[in-house]
């Protein structure tokens, strides 16, 4: 592997670009993104410079699509006549299905590996990227493909995990998006309360509504493309919520030992 | 303020004597508490030593009950006897209607004045003490009451609110026992999940179910204590999580902005 290209070079592909350096990649890096991007990711060296969507195909062997999801599904269309042989597509888009799809629509069969680093922050752009940001998170892989992008996924210090992309598409809608739903009805249903309520606020409340600062713009695509799981998730919750009262000491027991689970595990 | 006497000496007690000492406070701190309790203290320099109850209000000039609620009105029933004049009761409960009831019945006039520091870590114990645990948090007085406890509280870094003790039921009822009945019903219904929901998670679930640890044993007492406002601000959190998917965007954008003021306020 000896060029890799980010298209669209945000958080997660700024991220990317600095943790390949970090880990020893000394082949070029190029980013493929609007002209702010390109700029703010080469000043804090994420990238090495910007290119044409054209002239990384060409000159790349893994092409990184680091955007929201349906921005990866037109750059999948857009690649359909780019792709050569030994180039290998892969993203970091947060549901599955129907990016798998469509690379099997509009890709060469074996040009594509679709992934998901499982990991971010509340903020957003290169410049607020960071080479450890995937350490120790989860790497989902939808196929077990012979390539060496796994060896630097590895160096970089994520956790590597072959997931089939409706399993994956299922888990992250209980693991990821009913926990962002949770967040934001929290967040907005305090907005409406009248009084003190922020002046009154633990550190609690902050972390219950962190989340809630998430960017609509790349949640509209993730609820979007996981609209059944998401909505399974969120029925379960809000019977979860329902019932709650019926046998509190249980509940508290349960989650309890969920979330210690969890902590341990780190 | 000579003389502090801690009644319940666990997280929040052991914090209080650590807070007193690191502010300067050089008058004698003792402990009511279980032996084990007591020894804990003293390991940390918490409190100076142990008593009686009835030793500590004949010598105290401050008691500072931080059990848990119905731990507190146990104690006021038996310091009704015991209070003389010059003796201030305050407490840390985390309700404080019935709180303030139970000193209006068992106290003369005038020696009670209701608290209550917003600050907490889900583990419990002296041993866990932290002296600047209170450091920018508020501490709900349920009185303007002059005494120098106060001198004490803004001396320990807290920042003082007076409330009314309904209202302040009603503002915690959404600020702090409803995130904390969604985190735990988050776990609990997470932990119901077949398939690899853990090896998925990231920082945004950790956080989300770090209140599902809580102690059960403390939020008996807090839910028993204020069912009117826990139900209804759960019953208007079902309903936000009902109706959210009418309109996802503006309810990320109403959230966003919340949970961003929530930040900036610190």
Known sequence: MNAVGIVGVGLIGGSFGLALRKAGFT??????????????AESC????????LEAAAASCDLLFLSQPIYGIIATLEKLGPLVRPGLLVTDAGSTKRVIVDAARRFLPPGSFLGGHPIAGKEVR???????????????????????????????????????????????????????????????????????????????GLMDMTRLGMSSFDLWRDI????????????????????????????????????????????
Chains 1, 2 share one sequence.
């Open 27 to 40: 082949g070029s890096i190029v980013g493929v993104s609007s002209e702010r991007s390109i700029a703010e």
């Open 125 to 203: 752009g290169a410049a607020a990227g960071d080479g450890d940001l995937f350490r120790n998170r989860p790497w989902v892989l939808t196929e077990d493909l012979d390539h060496p992008v796994r060896h630097w996924i590895a160096a970089i210090g994520a956790r590597e995990l072959i997931l089939d992309p409706d399993e994956h598409d299922r888990l992250l809608a209980w693991s990821s998006h009913l926990p962002q739903l949770a967040s934001t009805a929290l967040a907005s249903v305090l907005s409406e309360q009248t009084g003190a309520v922020k002046a009154v606020a633990g550190s």
């Open 223 to 266: 609820l979007g493309t996981n609209e059944v799981a998401v909505a399974a998730a969120l029925d379960a919750y809000i019977a979860k919520l329902q019932y709650l009262r019926d046998d509190f000491g249980k509940e508290f027991r349960q989650a309890g030992e969920f979330a210690q689970s969890l902590k341990q595990r780190g």
């Open 45 to 52: 060296d994420a990238i090495d410079h910007g290119l044409s």
